[in-house]
């Protein structure tokens, strides 16, 4: 006799839950595809694979020093000299701007420390050796580090001075009707030298500082007669002074 087999029937409640499974799991890879699509996270790994260093920023350093600023001195202009040829009105020296015969280099925050007297020779220059009537002397700085360092100055107007004498007569000052003084730091490397490219020019008059806008000041003499210049620049004196004459 053949056995009946029984077929059993699932319950609707089985159904139910196999269908909220379904439809929990439809759900979820749903989820996963959105999440996808807005994070890209492969996006992230790519951008940082293929991202530049940052350039880091460049640090300041000192530059060559290709100037050294003469005082500008507001005398007026001098009246012609009385023996011929006629002296030209002279206007005194306009600011004037030197500049380096060698480098040296300059920075508002240098590296090395000051230069001592010892190590700086100072030099005063004239561009001739006499002057004619109508000819008025140039005068300009020289200074060379002569230490074994490099060291900094203050070679700016406000440490500068050049001063025109005969014997122990004072005729001019170009601090007596100096204008706008400023301060400039230098370094000077080792064995290098400094000097005035265009210079500062005296107009052979006596310079007070009650007479600087007198245009009638007193002239120095000439026929031969014998001055000397003398000039500063941070303190330090020129190491002797440097004659000339005026005819």
Same mark, same amino acid.
């Given at each position: 006799?053949?056995?009946?087999? *029984?077929?059993?029937?699932?319950?609707?409640?089985?159904?139910?839950?196999?269908?909220?499974?379904? !439809?929990?799991?439809?759900?979820?890879?749903?989820?996963? *595809?959105?999440?996808?699509?807005?994070?890209?996270?492969?996006?992230?790994?790519?951008?940082?694979?293929?991202?530049?260093?940052?350039?880091?920023?460049?640090?300041?350093?000192?530059?060559?020093?290709?100037?050294?600023?003469?005082?500008?001195?507001?005398?007026?202009?001098?009246?012609?000299?009385?023996?011929?040829?006629?002296?030209?009105?002279?206007?005194?020296?306009?600011?004037? &701007?030197?500049?380096?015969?060698?480098?040296?280099?300059?920075?508002?925050?240098?590296?090395?420390?000051?230069? *001592?007297?010892?190590?700086?020779?100072?030099?005063? !220059?004239?561009?001739?050796?006499?002057? %004619?009537?109508?000819?008025?002397?140039?005068?300009?700085?020289?200074?060379?580090?002569? $230490?074994?360092?490099?060291?900094?100055?203050? *070679?700016?107007?406000?440490?500068?001075?050049?001063?025109?004498?005969?014997?122990?007569?004072?005729?001019?000052?170009?601090?007596?009707? %100096? &204008?706008?003084?400023?301060?400039?730091?230098?370094?000077?490397?080792? $064995?290098?030298?400094?000097?005035?490219?265009?210079?500062?020019?005296?107009?052979?008059?006596?310079?007070?500082?009650?007479?600087?806008?007198?245009?009638?000041?007193?002239?120095?003499?000439?026929?031969?007669?014998?001055?000397?210049?003398?000039?500063?620049?941070?303190?330090?004196?020129?190491?002797? &002074?440097?004659?000339? !004459?005026?005819?």
């Amino acid at each position: 006799m053949a056995t009946e087999r *029984v077929r059993r029937r699932t319950s609707p409640a089985v159904y139910r839950r196999r269908r909220l499974m379904l !439809l929990l799991g439809i759900l979820l890879v749903a989820a996963l *595809v959105a999440w996808l699509f807005i994070a890209q996270p492969w996006r992230g790994t790519a951008a940082e694979g293929t991202a530049a260093a940052p350039t880091p920023s460049a640090t300041p350093t000192a530059q060559g020093a290709t100037e050294v600023p003469v005082p500008t001195d507001e005398t007026p202009a001098a009246p012609p000299a009385p023996s011929p040829p006629p002296t030209p009105s002279s206007t005194p020296a306009a600011s004037s &701007t030197p500049s380096a015969s060698s480098e040296a280099s300059a920075s508002s925050k240098p590296s090395a420390g000051p230069c *001592v007297a010892s190590e700086i020779e100072v030099v005063a !220059l004239t561009d001739k050796e006499s002057y %004619q009537a109508g000819e008025n002397p140039q005068l300009s700085i020289q200074l060379t580090n002569r $230490g074994t360092r490099d060291c900094t100055l203050n *070679v700016g107007t406000t440490t500068q001075s050049f001063t025109v004498s005969s014997g122990a007569d004072t005729w001019w000052r170009s601090t007596d009707c %100096q &204008t706008e003084p400023s301060d400039m730091v230098v370094l000077l490397t080792a $064995g290098q030298t400094v000097a005035s490219a265009a210079p500062l020019t005296w107009d052979r008059t006596r310079s007070t500082v009650e007479s600087c806008q007198d245009p009638n000041r007193q002239r120095a003499p000439g026929a031969g007669s014998s001055y000397h210049v003398s000039v500063g620049i941070g303190g330090i004196p020129s190491i002797e &002074t440097k004659q000339f !004459l005026l005819f």
